[in-house]
C-alpha cells in the first residue's frame, strides 16, 4: 500500500497517520477516509454520491456532515477555499484533490503500521515483537463536545466582535465631535470606542461559542441548530450585559432607565446564525460567509430599531439624555438627517450600521480561527 507526498505533508493509508513535516496531524477516523479517498481519486472530480458510499456507507448523514468534514480537513491542511491549494469544489458535483506534485512510494514493510480492526485500531510489525493492544478511540459525548468548540470559537469570533466595536465607536465619537452644533468634544471618542469594543467582544463571544457548540453538536438540520446556537449565546450575553447596566447606572449615578439586551441578543445571534448557517451549508468561501452575516445581522438590527428596541448606539442616547451634562447625546446625529431629535430615522441607520459591522467581525472571526 503506497503513501502519498505532497508539499510538506506525508498522508499514509497504512499507518493511518497524516505528517506535517514529521508531526503528526489528528484527523477522526471519517475525515482521514475522506482525505484518502480524495488523494487517491486526485484525477477526476469525485461526487458527493461516491464519497458518501466510500465514507459513510454504513450510516445515513446529510450534505452539512461533507461541508464539515472538507472544512475541518481545508483547516489541517491550512488550505483556503477560496484560492485552494489542496481541496477544490466542483460545483454542483463534488470534491477535487487539485495538489498536483503528489509523490508515492511503498510503505516501508517493517515499519510499524496502524491497522484497522472493527473501528479500532492496533500496532504490528512484520518482525515477531508482541503486538500491542489494540487503541480504542474514548468515546466522546456531545456536551462535551459541544464544549470543546464552544472554547475553541470564542475567542475569534470575540476578537472580531471587539474590532466591531472599535470602529463603530470611533467612526460614532468622530461624527458627533465634527458635527455642526454639537456640544461634543473628541474625548468621547475614546469612550465609545472602549464601549463598543466591550460589547462587541461581549456578544462575538457569546454568540460564537453558540455557533461553534451547534456547529458540533448537530447531527441534522445544521442550519436551524446554528440558528437556535446563535440565539442561546447571544440572549445569553444579553441579558447579562442588560442586567449589569440597569444595576450600575442606579448604584453608580441613580439613573433608572429600562435598558434591553437580552431579546436583541437573541435576534442579532440567530440572524448571525442564519448567514452562517446557509452561507457555509452551500460551500461559501470565507468572503461570502461574513458578507452574508454581515447582511443578516443588518437586517436584524433594521428590524429591532424599526420596533423600538435600541441597540447600542441608541442605549447610549438613553443613558446620555438621562444623565446631565453627558456629551454622549445623539441628538445631533438627528439633526444631520433631518430630524429633530434622535429620532426612529437616526436610531434605523444607526443601528443598522452597528448591526452590519458586528456580522462583518463575526464572520472574519470564525472563519481566520484556527
Same mark, same amino acid.
Given at each position: 500500500?503506497?503513501? %502519498?507526498? $505532497?508539499? /510538506? $505533508?506525508?498522508? !499514509?493509508?497504512?499507518?493511518?497517520?497524516?505528517?506535517?513535516?514529521?508531526? /503528526?496531524?489528528? #484527523? =477522526?477516523?471519517? %475525515? $482521514?477516509? #475522506?482525505? @484518502?479517498?480524495?488523494?487517491?481519486?486526485?484525477? /477526476?472530480? @469525485?461526487?458527493?454520491?461516491? =464519497?458518501?458510499?466510500?465514507?459513510? !456507507?454504513?450510516?445515513? @448523514?446529510?450534505?452539512?456532515?461533507?461541508?464539515?468534514? *472538507?472544512?475541518? *480537513?481545508?483547516? @489541517? #491542511?491550512?488550505?483556503?477555499?477560496?484560492?485552494?491549494?489542496? *481541496?477544490?469544489?466542483? !460545483?454542483?458535483?463534488g470534491y477535487r484533490f487539485v495538489f498536483t506534485d503528489v509523490r508515492e512510494e511503498e510503505e516501508d514493510d517493517g515499519a510499524p503500521a496502524v491497522v484497522p480492526i472493527g473501528g479500532a485500531s492496533a500496532i504490528a510489525t512484520s518482525h515477531t515483537a508482541p503486538v500491542a493492544a489494540p487503541l480504542i478511540e474514548e468515546p466522546v459525548s456531545p456536551f462535551r463536545r459541544a464544549s470543546r468548540a464552544a472554547a475553541a470559537g470564542w475567542s475569534g469570533a470575540s476578537a472580531g466582535g471587539a474590532l466591531a466595536g472599535v470602529i463603530a465607536g470611533t467612526l460614532g465619537g468622530v461624527l458627533l465631535a465634527t458635527v455642526p452644533g454639537s456640544a461634543a468634544s473628541f474625548a468621547v471618542v475614546p469612550a465609545l470606542a472602549t464601549i463598543g469594543a466591550c460589547c462587541g467582544a461581549l456578544g462575538g463571544a457569546g454568540v460564537g461559542a453558540g455557533l461553534s457548540a451547534a456547529e458540533t453538536a448537530a447531527t441534522s438540520r445544521r442550519t436551524a441548530a446554528l440558528v437556535l446556537g446563535g440565539a442561546i449565546g447571544g440572549g445569553i450575553v444579553g441579558t447579562a450585559a442588560q442586567w449589569l447596566a440597569r444595576w450600575s447606572l442606579a448604584a453608580l449615578v441613580g439613573v433608572h432607565l429600562e435598558i434591553g439586551g437580552s431579546f436583541e441578543g437573541v435576534i442579532i445571534g440567530a440572524a448571525a446564525g442564519l448567514g452562517y448557517g446557509v452561507a457555509t451549508a452551500h460551500g461559501a468561501g470565507a468572503r461570502r460567509t461574513v458578507t452574508l452575516m454581515a447582511v443578516c445581522c443588518g437586517l436584524a438590527a433594521l428590524m429591532l430599531t424599526g420596533a423600538g428596541w435600541p441597540l447600542v448606539g441608541g442605549t447610549i442616547h438613553a443613558i446620555a439624555t438621562g444623565a446631565d451634562g453627558s456629551q454622549a447625546a445623539l441628538t445631533p446625529l438627528g439633526r444631520l438627517i433631518g430630524e429633530t431629535d434622535f429620532g426612529p430615522l437616526s436610531s434605523a441607520i444607526i443601528g443598522t450600521g452597528e448591526g452590519v459591522l458586528f456580522g462583518l467581525g463575526l464572520g472574519l472571526g470564525l472563519t481566520r480561527r484556527r
Open positions: 500500500m503506497p503513501r %502519498y507526498h $505532497f508539499n /510538506e $505533508f506525508v498522508l !499514509s493509508p497504512r499507518r493511518r497517520q497524516l505528517l506535517r513535516a514529521g508531526n /503528526e496531524q489528528p #484527523l =477522526i477516523p471519517r %475525515y $482521514f477516509d #475522506l482525505l @484518502v479517498f480524495l488523494v487517491e481519486h486526485r484525477h /477526476e472530480a @469525485v461526487h458527493r454520491r461516491d =464519497i458518501f458510499d466510500r465514507v459513510w !456507507s454504513d450510516v445515513t @448523514v446529510s450534505d452539512s456532515a461533507l461541508s464539515q468534514a *472538507i472544512r475541518t *480537513i481545508r483547516r @489541517v #491542511l491550512d488550505d483556503d477555499p477560496r484560492e485552494p491549494r489542496y *481541496i477544490g469544489t466542483v !460545483s454542483r458535483h
